[in-house]
């Protein structure tokens, strides 16, 4: 098993992630810790929400305060709910975090169930809890736990390989076409994509470019593939190396044939309506491309823009590390195009988008009358604050997703000043 710890500033990023999945029934919550309990048993994002506000509002300074775990089975593994819940109370015990408020969902979108647990790292005083050798000790918690429930085991190979595929390429340390090896031989065993510009969006996350050339052999137009290695701000440095000095697979043949069984794949993805639900809400409740970026990046996806020499916005790619799915703005709705964008971010043309408001209701809004009415409008202010600095590729996928990246994946926290004891709420 191979647990993901990721940190951000943004709660209501990583209740919204999960508590779409549950309203698109891909997910349900397994239990909560600590977490008010409503009169249907059923929960809007703000409900949720509540139970963490006093940690937060204590909080003295600690600014990644929301944490995002998950805890992923080798795919063979079986697990009930039972024993789901079991392992997420052992190991939030272990990690110190056990009389923290938190919720455990069950993600069911892909074949491979697996728990994620959302909570915060500052106590009821607003002090931080340590995380000293945090990943050793998650790690430990984990052996324990596969031994003592009979899980398949995660060897260090597998770790390690896993922790190298998601490693940005480096110019400056040399060996760049070892590098850039360990990033393309694998990321098809990762995520699905559909086109060459897909791709070419993907690979810029990991400092890679591609290029198509064509020439004249032996009387005949071939084609063929370049790779490119790239510096932060996306421009060449080194030379490009040919596809075939990195196999078969690397080459436009091969990537061919991939798009078309990536294309059948997602055709009904059940991670696509999630997707556009996140970046419907993100164009309506935030003001600029940066904010933009920011509030998708701590739910786990990315934004790729492609512009021209006049700055106008002509394409753009959302990449979603949870799903491992990589989707042109246009391939979600005719809503998420370039232009629409562009008219947004360039021209100030603020897109009107129907199913934005009711989706925006839908989340906001308390589903019973537990709560004030007024109470979820001022949760959703607070909860969506800016953090003060824009965060890098492997920040942002730690806001969501762990330190160490998993085969899927596939990624924070607030109520009254609980004396409570410890409950459990079942769904």
Same mark, same amino acid.
């Given at each position: 098993? /191979?647990?993901?710890?990721?940190?951000?500033?943004?709660?209501?990023?990583?209740?919204?992630?999960?508590?779409?999945?549950?309203?698109?029934?891909?997910?349900?919550?397994?239990?909560?810790?600590?977490? /008010?309990?409503?009169?249907?048993?059923?929960?809007? &994002?703000?409900?949720?929400?509540? @139970?963490?506000?006093?940690? *937060?509002?204590?909080?003295?300074?600690?600014? !990644?305060?929301?944490?995002?775990?998950?805890?992923?089975?080798?795919?063979?593994?079986?697990?009930?709910?039972?024993?789901? #819940?079991?392992?997420?109370?052992?190991? #939030?015990?272990?990690?110190?975090?056990?009389?923290?408020?938190? %919720?455990?969902?069950?993600?069911?979108?892909?074949?491979? @169930?697996?728990?994620?647990?959302?909570?915060?790292? %500052?106590?009821?005083?607003?002090? !931080?809890?340590?995380?000293?050798?945090?990943? #050793?000790?998650? #790690?430990?918690?984990?052996?324990?736990?596969?031994?003592?429930?009979?899980?398949?085991?995660?060897?260090?190979?597998?770790?390690?390989?896993?922790?190298?595929?998601?490693?940005?390429?480096?110019?400056?340390?040399?060996?760049?076409?070892?590098?850039?090896?360990?990033? &393309?031989?694998?990321?098809?065993?990762?995520?699905?994509?559909?086109?060459?510009?897909?791709?070419? $969006?993907?690979?810029?996350?990991?400092? %890679?470019?591609?290029?198509?050339?064509?020439?004249?052999?032996?009387?005949?137009?071939?084609?063929?593939?370049?790779? &490119?290695?790239?510096?932060?701000?996306?421009?060449?440095?080194?030379?490009?190396?040919?596809?075939?000095?990195? =196999?078969?697979?690397? =080459?436009?043949?091969?990537?061919?044939?991939?798009?078309?069984?990536?294309?059948?794949? *997602?055709?009904?993805?059940?991670?696509?309506?999630?997707?556009?639900?996140? %970046?419907?809400? $993100?164009?309506?409740?935030?003001?600029?491309?940066?904010?933009?970026?920011?509030?998708? =990046?701590?739910?786990?996806?990315?934004?790729?823009?492609?512009?021209?020499?006049?700055?106008?916005?002509?394409?753009?790619?959302?990449?979603?590390?949870?799903?491992?799915?990589?989707?042109?703005?246009?391939?979600?709705?005719?809503?998420? +195009?370039?232009?629409?964008?562009?008219?947004?971010?360039?021209?100030?043309?603020?897109?009107?988008?129907?199913?934005?408001?009711?989706?925006? +209701?839908?989340?906001?809004?308390?589903?019973?009358?537990?709560?004030?009415?007024?109470?979820?409008?001022?949760?959703?202010?607070?909860?969506?604050?800016?953090?003060?600095?824009?965060?890098?590729?492997?920040?942002?996928?730690?806001?969501?997703?762990?330190?160490?990246? =998993?085969?899927?994946?596939?990624?924070?926290?607030?109520?009254?000043?609980?004396?409570?004891?410890?409950?459990?709420?079942?769904?």
């Amino acid at each position: 098993m /191979i647990a993901k710890i990721g940190r951000s500033a943004n709660l209501y990023g990583a209740l919204a992630y999960n508590q779409l999945k549950v309203e698109n029934e891909k997910g349900e919550i397994l239990f909560g810790n600590k977490i /008010i309990e409503t009169a249907s048993g059923n929960y809007s &994002i703000a409900q949720l929400a509540q @139970s963490f506000t006093p940690y *937060l509002i204590a909080n003295r300074n600690t600014e !990644k305060h929301t944490l995002h775990i998950s805890l992923n089975p080798d795919p063979k593994d079986k697990v009930s709910d039972d024993r789901f #819940m079991e392992m997420a109370d052992a190991y #939030m015990q272990e990690m110190g975090y056990g009389e923290q408020p938190y %919720v455990v969902f069950k993600h069911t979108d892909i074949d491979r @169930s697996h728990i994620h647990i959302v909570s915060v790292c %500052v106590d009821e005083q607003g002090k !931080k809890i340590s995380d000293s050798y945090e990943k #050793m000790r998650s #790690m430990n918690v984990c052996r324990e736990l596969e031994r003592k429930y009979g899980l398949i085991p995660a060897t260090d190979k597998e770790q390690k390989q896993i922790d190298k595929v998601f490693r940005p390429v480096d110019y400056k340390a040399g060996d760049v076409k070892s590098q850039i090896a360990s990033v &393309i031989r694998h990321l098809a065993n990762y995520y699905q994509f559909q086109t060459l510009g897909e791709f070419n $969006a993907l690979l810029s996350l990991f400092n %890679v470019g591609t290029e198509k050339v064509e020439g004249e052999l032996q009387g005949k137009i071939r084609q063929g593939l370049l790779y &490119i290695p790239l510096n932060e701000k996306g421009e060449r440095a080194g030379h490009p190396f040919k596809a075939s000095v990195f =196999g078969k697979n690397a =080459g436009l043949p091969a990537l061919e044939l991939y798009y078309a069984k990536c294309k059948k794949a *997602l055709k009904n993805h059940p991670a696509k309506p999630t997707i556009k639900a996140a %970046v419907t809400i $993100a164009l309506q409740s935030t003001s600029g491309e940066q904010a933009f970026k920011k509030q998708l =990046g701590e739910q786990g996806i990315n934004v790729v823009l492609r512009r021209n020499e006049t700055g106008r916005i002509y394409g753009i790619t959302f990449i979603d590390h949870n799903s491992k799915t990589v989707w042109n703005g246009s391939r979600l709705g005719k809503d998420f +195009s370039a232009n629409t964008f562009n008219d947004y971010w360039n021209n100030n043309i603020k897109p009107e988008i129907t199913e934005a408001l009711e989706l925006q +209701s839908k989340m906001i809004k308390s589903k019973d009358t537990d709560l004030p009415e007024e109470e979820p409008d001022h949760l959703f202010d607070f909860l969506n604050t800016a953090e003060k600095h824009e965060d890098g590729l492997i920040e942002v996928l730690g806001g969501l997703l762990p330190e160490a990246q =998993g085969e899927d994946s596939e990624e924070q926290n607030f109520a009254n000043r609980m004396k409570k004891k410890r409950k459990r709420t079942k769904r």
